[in-house]
Nanobody, 115 residues
C-alpha cells in the first residue's frame, strides 16, 4: 500500500523559509510524477510544483524563483524548499504522487505566513 506523509509545515514570518518533506512508503514504479499542491480557504487547489522521476520540474508562476522542488529517488522522498515566503503562500500543502494514472495524496500540512 502506498502512503504519503508530509512534514515541515508551520508558522513563519514573511520573508522566512520552510522546507516541506514528503515521505513515500510502499512499492512504487520507478517512473512517476510527484508534486506539491496547495489550497487556501475559499480557493481552488492549485499546483505549486512537480517533478518527474527523471528530474524535470514545473512551477507555478507565483512561486518561480522562490520555491525549489527536489526528490531523492533512493529514499522515495520529495522536498519543497520555500524561500522568501509571502502571506499569500498561506495554505494547506499536499504531496501528490501520480502512478499509472492513479493519484495518491498525503494528509496535507498547514503553512501559515504572517505579515
Amino acid at each position: 500500500q502506498v502512503q504519503l506523509v508530509e512534514s515541515g509545515g508551520g508558522l513563519v514570518q514573511a520573508g522566512g523559509s520552510l522546507r516541506l518533506s514528503c515521505a513515500v512508503s510502499g512499492s512504487i514504479f520507478s517512473i512517476n510524477v510527484m508534486g506539491w499542491y496547495r489550497q487556501a480557504p475559499g480557493k481552488q487547489r492549485e499546483l505549486v510544483a512537480r517533478i518527474t522521476s527523471g528530474g524535470s520540474t514545473n512551477y507555478a508562476d507565483s512561486v518561480k524563483g522562490r520555491f525549489t522542488i527536489s526528490r531523492d529517488n533512493t529514499q522515495n522522498t520529495v522536498y519543497l524548499q520555500m524561500n522568501s515566503l509571502k502571506p499569500e503562500d498561506t495554505a494547506v500543502y499536499s504531496c501528490n504522487l501520480l502512478l499509472f494514472t492513479k493519484n495518491y495524496w498525503g494528509q496535507g500540512t498547514q503553512v501559515t505566513v504572517s505579515s
